[in-house]
């Protein structure tokens, strides 16, 4: 019972608690709604890797062009009104899309739209609800808050894909993606209900909130560095699943949409268990813990492209989710408890960026590969390099884990500028 009561304990704050419901229902309708779209591309574009890849890259150029700025609005302004509005705006071009299938008119190029569309919400509203996590429950709370967010994310990440692929081949796509337009009132309902008293907010908000200013800060905490590094790494060659499942699925097993949505939920599922692994943190993990876990996560990925049967790739990526979700728990979690709040929202950004950024370039390497080579040299290409990275950090790391002095930060001695009138 202690156990149980310490894993779910940020659960005990009133906002938090509304703001993980509202995302439950959320995230799940938008996992069917990724699957509902790979699996439209795939249809309108003969299984091209490419096309897929080129949906992809559209999807996260925005964050790699905007998401530093989404971090300086997130520092500078309500944090609360920019995820409102910016779950009205997913809800719109959802719709949009959804429609657009219903009417039989979609085309490749439609897909590619919103995808650029989707992107640019994105790079908003990502760093602003990664940062709004601290807010909501406060620093001692942070890392079992932090791990509930991944875990309701895989807990929908395991049931979205299943239900899209049940559904997609009964209904069809259009549906699928209007449902998620819907679902996404669930986040903005929730969030409009929370109690702005009790929010963790710095005392005083930065007026101009600089992103140089963020950037000197990162620069100057080379403990920051290491894991930002090692995300980069690996989200640009290992976290490549959103094209390789769907690849894997059509092209080696030969099979339809369910398998598609079993080959997502095993890799959720294994996610979903680091998540709830993590919730037991307490501290800020080691570097040795963040690049332990990039190398292990290597090592699975490209044992997972050799797997020769269905139930077999579903186990190897069920072990290959737990690896990577435990690693990025615990990048995210030395950056975030290693940083100042007034720099959150413009550190997680470079977060994020680095994180989603680098996805553009992976996705289309990621589809010229496949189309040359097969999805199965993807996983052991992006396998390989990833453990060489944790390796080669695991040997760096002592030089990456100087704790920061006072004398590095002298304007943190100042009080922050006030808001601009």
Not at 52 to 58: C, E, I, N, S
Not at 197 to 220: D, N, Q, S, W
Not at 337 to 360: E, H, K, N, W
Request: glycine share 10%; with cysteine.
């Amino acid at each position: 019972m202690k156990t149980l009561k310490r894993t779910f304990q940020s659960l005990s704050v009133r906002n938090f608690r509304l703001f993980v419901f509202g995302q439950l229902l959320s995230v799940t309708c938008t996992w069917m709604m990724v699957i509902a779209q790979d699996w439209l591309v795939l249809d309108l574009s003969g299984n091209s890797g490419t096309a897929l890849g080129t949906v992809t890259a559209l999807q996260f150029t925005p964050v790699l062009l905007l998401t530093l700025y989404g971090g300086r609005l997130a520092d500078r302004y309500d944090k609360r009104r920019i995820l409102i509005l910016a779950n009205l705006a997913f809800g719109v071009l959802a719709l949009a899309l959804g429609l657009w299938v219903l009417l039989g008119t979609v085309r490749l190029w439609h897909i590619w739209l919103f995808a650029l569309a989707l992107g640019t919400v994105n790079s908003v509203e990502a760093p602003t609800r990664i940062s709004f996590v601290g807010e909501m429950v406060g620093g001692e709370l942070l890392p079992n808050a932090s791990a509930m967010s991944a875990a309701y994310f895989n807990a929908a990440r395991v049931v979205g894909p299943a239900v899209a692929g049940f559904l997609i081949a009964r209904v069809d796509v259009g549906p699928v993606v209007l449902v998620n337009a819907l679902s996404y009132l669930a986040t903005v309902v929730s969030v409009a209900l929370m109690r702005p008293a009790e929010l963790h907010r710095p005392a005083v908000r930065p007026g101009k909130a600089r992103v140089t200013e963020g950037l000197r800060y990162i620069g100057r905490r080379p403990d920051l560095l290491l894991p930002m590094a090692l995300v980069g790494v690996l989200g640009l060659v290992g976290f490549t699943f959103q094209l390789t499942l769907p690849l894997l699925a059509k092209t080696e097993f030969r099979t339809d949409s369910a398998t598609f949505g079993l080959l997502s939920s095993a890799l959720a599922a294994g996610s979903l268990l680091a998540a709830f692994a993590t919730t037991a943190r307490r501290g800020r993990p080691t570097a040795a813990v963040v690049a332990g876990s990039a190398l292990a996560f290597g090592a699975l990925e490209a044992v997972t492209g050799l797997a020769p049967t269905l139930p077999v790739a579903c186990l190897l990526l069920g072990l290959t989710g737990f690896a990577m979700m435990y690693f990025a728990q615990a990048s995210n979690h030395r950056v975030q408890l290693g940083c100042d709040p007034r720099y959150r929202g413009r550190v997680m950004a470079l977060y994020t960026l680095i994180f989603q950024g680098s996805t553009p370039l992976g996705a289309l390497l990621t589809g010229w590969l496949s189309e040359q080579w097969g999805v199965r040299w993807v996983l052991y290409a992006g396998g390989l390099i990833s453990l060489t990275a944790g390796a080669a950090a695991l040997a760096a790391g002592p030089r990456f884990t100087r704790p920061p002095a006072p004398e590095d930060f002298p304007e943190a001695a100042r009080p922050v500028d006030s808001p601009a009138s």
